[in-house]
């Protein structure tokens, strides 16, 4: 009988080779049993890739969507926060400065006109809050602040009444400054410093958007802002001395206040509508990236029982191949003969 046998140094090249290729196939599985993939994609696909390319970049699009969606419900949430804060400021001013005013006391209505500044002051606030960077209330114009400081409001106002000499006049110039279009000088034009002519875009799903197009140049607030913007010229000394003009004003700025009250509860009403469809594509987005990564799955997950099966038998050989890796390596003469 003839027997084939090989010098030792290609006994040791091939043991190391053996041992390679089963390290090799080791920290494949390794790698198929804790991340759950295949680690020859090209051979789970058939060498087709259309397919999980097509699913990736759905799968890249339903991310991005994420993202814009959640930044569209920050800023709508924001926005309806917002309007909840000053309406909860409203809430008991417009009753108070109609009361003040109707009692005839100068004391009551003083204090009265100066909850009313202050309480003008933080809605200004409000409105121009930044949220991730963005003013939710300024348009288009997300970077820029929307309104001008209160003081610098006032002081338009108080140039526009300069000539006025009761306070029917003073109510006349107000309504008119507020309500005034772009372009009529008014509050659009002087205290408004964000952009309404594109709008507020968000891309939220495939093919659909949703359009926030609501500011603070807003007419609901300008008539919430109006009534307090009265009160504000009362307390900073308008008509000081005259009970009678003080007492109108009063009254015509708490009925401007909670009228202008109501009309935030409509446009409150018209950010829910954006929030819940955003809510509902953020929903079905989900449901379509969960879909989406199923079929992925399906393409290139590794079975882990197979895995796992795989990894243990070659780890078995590995270890079998150094237990004969050491015994030749303690090979003698003296044991051979």
């Known amino acids: 009988m003839n027997y084939v046998s090989i010098g030792d140094m290609a006994q040791s090249f091939q043991l190391r080779q053996h041992n390679t290729q089963l390290k090799t196939t080791l920290s494949q599985l390794t790698h198929e ?20 390319s097509g699913l990736n970049r759905s799968l890249s699009m339903m991310d991005s969507y994420k993202v814009v969606s959640t930044e569209a419900a920050l800023t709508t949430d924001t926005m309806q926060q917002t309007l909840g804060v000053i309406q909860s400021l409203s809430d008991d001013v417009g009753t108070t400065l109609m009361s003040a005013a109707t009692n005839f006391s100068p004391t009551l209505l003083d204090v009265s006109v100066t909850d009313a500044a202050q309480k003008f002051s933080t809605i200004i606030s409000a409105l121009n809050t930044n949220v991730a ?22 002081a338009a106002l108080k140039t526009e009444i ?12 107000i309504d008119d400054w507020f309500a005034a279009p772009a372009g009529g000088g008014g509050f659009v034009d002087t205290a408004y410093r964000g952009d309404d002519s594109l709008g507020l875009t968000f891309r939220i799903a495939d093919g659909e958007t949703t359009s926030i197009d609501s500011s603070a140049s807003d007419p609901r607030i300008r008539d919430a802002l109006k009534g307090f913007a009265i009160a504000s010229l009362m307390a900073d000394g308008l008509f000081a001395g005259d009970q009678q003009a003080r007492s109108t004003l009063a009254t015509a700025s708490g009925e401007r206040i909670l009228s202008g009250n109501s009309r935030l509860t409509a446009l409150a009403a018209d950010i829910g509508a954006k929030q819940g469809k955003i809510a509902d594509t953020q929903t079905r987005n989900q ?17 882990p029982y197979e895995s796992a099966t795989a990894l243990e038998a070659v780890n078995t050989q590995l270890e079998t191949l150094y237990t004969l890796t050491s015994r030749l390596s303690r090979l003698s003469l003296a044991d051979y003969l």
């Open 287 to 303: 449901a379509e990236s969960t879909a989406l990564k199923l079929a992925r799955n399906d393409l290139i997950s590794a079975d």
């Open 162 to 173: 300069a000539g006025a000499i009761s306070a029917d006049d003073v109510l006349t110039i």
């Open 133 to 154: 960077g963005r003013y939710v209330f300024s348009g288009a114009a997300t970077d820029t602040a929307p309104l001008a400081d209160p003081a610098d409001i006032l």
């Open 33 to 52: 049993v804790v991340s759950g993939v295949k680690q020859d994609i090209g051979a789970a696909v058939a060498g087709d890739f259309t397919s999980l």
